[in-house]
Structure formats: structure tokens, C-alpha cells
Nanobody, 128 residues
Framework: QLQLVESGGGLVQPGGSLRLSCVAS????????VGWFRQAPGKEREGVSA????????SYADSVKGRFTISRNDAENTFYLQMNGLKPEDTAVYYC?????????????????????WGRGTQVTVSS
């Protein structure tokens, strides 16, 4: 399994932006699909965005479409989540995740059960 470490969380005002990063170690990201998930207090963890190995396929939760952008830089073994137009309801702990890509991933890219490597999370708080 990959070892994943998130960074970039923090406190931001509504309408602001943050860029989350996830650095992978132990193995190269080349063969892994990657994703971002979040968990708000009292709620279940939910999929936010995911991207395939070559970046040709992306998926976004309806709640973040048009505001968040996922990207990856395999040369640096890092992937990102650019978050613009942040809202208070985006407040959550954000987790990065990865899995060896297969047909199951393409069917359910935002399903937590598809992923087997997880980071420990970074807090994002959107508040004035």
C-alpha cells in the first residue's frame, strides 16, 4: 500500500480558496487512481473527487462541481485538490486516497470501499 500524507488545510472565509496536496511514498503513483474524500462532524465520509492514472477521467460530487479541481503530478508523486468558492458546508476533514485502477474503480470512483490506501486527513474550516 501507498503511504499518503495530506497538507494544505486551514481556516478560510466563505468564497475563499485552498489547495490541498497529497504526497505518496513507498510506491510510484503511476498505476494508482487517486481521490479526495471528506467527513464532516456527525456525517459519513463522502467522495469529493477522483482522477484516473493518466488524468483522462475525472469525477466530482455534485456539491463541488465547478468549484473544485483535482489534478496529479506523477513526477512528484503528488496530487492536489484546488478548492475555490468555498462554502461553510465544505467544512470537514479531507482525506486523500489511492487504489490500483481497475474496472471497479471506473464504475464507482467516489466509493470509499474502492480505495485501500488512505491519508490521515487535514482539517478544512470555512467560516467568517
Amino acid at each position: 500500500q501507498l503511504q499518503l500524507v495530506e497538507s494544505g488545510g486551514g481556516l478560510v472565509q466563505p468564497g475563499g480558496s485552498l489547495r490541498l496536496s497529497c504526497v505518496a511514498s513507498r510506491w510510484n503513483l503511476d498505476y494508482y487512481a487517486v481521490g479526495w474524500f471528506r467527513q464532516a462532524p456527525g456525517k459519513e465520509r463522502e467522495g469529493v473527487s477522483a482522477v484516473s492514472t493518466t488524468g483522462e477521467f475525472t469525477s466530482y460530487a455534485d456539491s463541488v462541481k465547478g468549484r473544485f479541481t483535482i489534478s496529479r503530478n506523477d513526477a512528484e508523486n503528488t496530487f492536489y485538490l484546488q478548492m475555490n468558492g468555498l462554502k461553510p458546508e465544505d467544512t470537514a476533514v479531507y482525506y486523500c486516497a489511492a487504489t490500483i485502477v481497475d474496472s471497479k474503480w471506473y464504475d464507482r470512483p467516489l466509493d470509499i470501499d474502492v480505495y485501500d490506501s488512505w491519508g490521515r486527513g487535514t482539517q478544512v474550516t470555512v467560516s467568517s
